[in-house]
């Protein structure tokens, strides 16, 4: 594994599905935020430490994802997060889903923008947030 990417491992549930038994597109997205929370509290940035302060908030302003095969109830899946880009107030978040056997599922990719408590943007990224995911660029999408 790549040391600029973190791994998150996750099951196929059933409420996952659809009437095809195939996950539910949006379910993606889902998983792609559980091993973004999970990320930021590895890097030392619990997303409920940041709303419950409210100093720091980074709405998700834009979403997208391309599906390579499907996934279905009871797969494993393991999603490989790294940071695509760090602009000055937002950074973008790569997400490489993978079966067991580690052929490619799906790609998606989240932006992240940080806004003051009154809902305007920041002016910049918080110096502890552009330290803390630094680490974890990789400029090329994980394909």
Do not use: W
């Not at 409920?48 to 409210?54: A, T």
């Not at 580690?102 to 809902?119: E, W, Y």
Request: with cysteine; glycine share 4%.
């Amino acid at each position: 594994m790549d040391p600029c990417r973190f791994a998150y491992a996750f099951s196929v549930r059933l409420h996952d599905t659809d009437a095809a038994g195939r996950m539910f597109f949006g379910h993606l997205f889902r998983h792609a935020h559980d091993a973004y929370e999970a990320f930021m509290t590895q890097v030392g940035l619990p997303l409920e430490r940041l709303i419950r302060e409210g100093e720091i908030l980074l709405p998700l302003v834009h979403a997208e994802a391309d599906y390579q095969r499907p996934l279905c109830q009871g797969d494993r899946a393991r999603i490989a997060l790294a940071i695509a880009e760090i602009r000055t107030r937002s950074f973008a978040v790569a997400y490489r889903f993978e079966t067991q056997d580690g052929t490619l599922a799906a790609t998606a990719k989240t932006v992240h923008l940080q806004i003051n408590r009154d809902g305007s943007p920041a002016s910049s990224l918080s110096a502890e947030i552009r330290d803390a995911i630094l680490p974890y660029l990789h400029e090329d999408r994980p394909q």
